[in-house]
């Protein structure tokens, strides 16, 4: 079978706190190319303008605002060259949505199935830890690890296969994501 183009486009995904952002940030002192998380971007933003898209003001805008940012993303990384990691991807929101008992819009639907990243998606489970809040993370633990369960019934839905990220050292991780046979 012929690699499709979205095979280089890799996403992890999981619940707040889990260290995804960590892990993304280690892949980019590692030299590779990555795509940020929309979320905490649209949350700055927001909180900048007194904006409304905010997910404790207004969950389907703030969905919205983090679905347009995705569409940008996911095309620049098409555009340019190389594996590029993703932290989430378009099934996130669908997962979001679902987690706040709020209709997913056709216009999402079409992007999570549309849209593609490599089939084979890494999940990093909720960690009590290393989980915190902050200014732009005010869910409580409880709410990241039913973060995670959605996106664990999400991504199958949308056809990807999950690996589940090991709870070890950011640079452990990355040696993981490095060398697994579904990054390469």
Same mark, same amino acid.
């Given at each position: &079978? ?20 960590? =892990? %993304? ?6 030299? *590779? ?8 971007? !649209? %949350?700055?933003?927001?909180?900048? !303008? ?14 919205? =605002? #983090? ?6 993303? *996911? ?8 594996? !590029?990691?993703?932290d ?7 997962? $979001? =949505?679902?987690?706040?008992?709020? @209709? #997913?819009?056709d ?9 593609? $990243?490599?089939?084979?998606?890494? %999940?990093? @489970? @909720? ?20 973060? $995670?369960?959605? &996106? ?6 949308y056809?990807?296969?999950? !690996? ?5 050292? #950011?640079?452990?991780r990355?040696?993981? =994501?490095? *060398? *697994?046979?579904?990054?390469?």
């Amino acid at each position: &079978m012929m690699p499709q183009e979205t095979d280089r486009l890799i996403v992890i995904t999981g619940g707040p706190g889990a260290g995804k952002t960590s =892990l %993304i940030e280690g892949l980019v002192a590692e030299g *590779h190319a990555v795509q940020p998380e929309a979320g905490r971007a !649209v %949350i700055r933003d927001q909180q900048a !303008v007194g904006g409304r898209g905010l997910p404790w003001v207004d969950r389907a805008l703030f969905a919205n =605002l #983090i679905l347009a940012a995705d569409l940008r993303s *996911h095309a620049e990384a098409l555009a340019g060259g190389g594996t !590029v990691f993703f932290d989430r991807g378009l099934p996130d929101i669908a997962g $979001y =949505l679902t987690l706040c008992g709020l @209709p #997913i819009p056709d216009r999402v639907e079409r992007a999570a199935r549309e849209l593609r $990243y490599r089939c084979t998606v890494f %999940i990093a @489970p @909720p960690w009590p830890e290393i989980f915190t809040q902050d200014t732009e993370r005010k869910q409580d633990f409880a709410e990241a690890e039913r973060t $995670y369960a959605a &996106m664990a019934e999400t991504y199958p839905r949308y056809g990807y296969a999950l !690996v589940e990220l090991p709870r070890a050292t #950011i640079a452990e991780r990355v040696a993981f =994501l490095s *060398h *697994h046979p579904a990054s390469g």
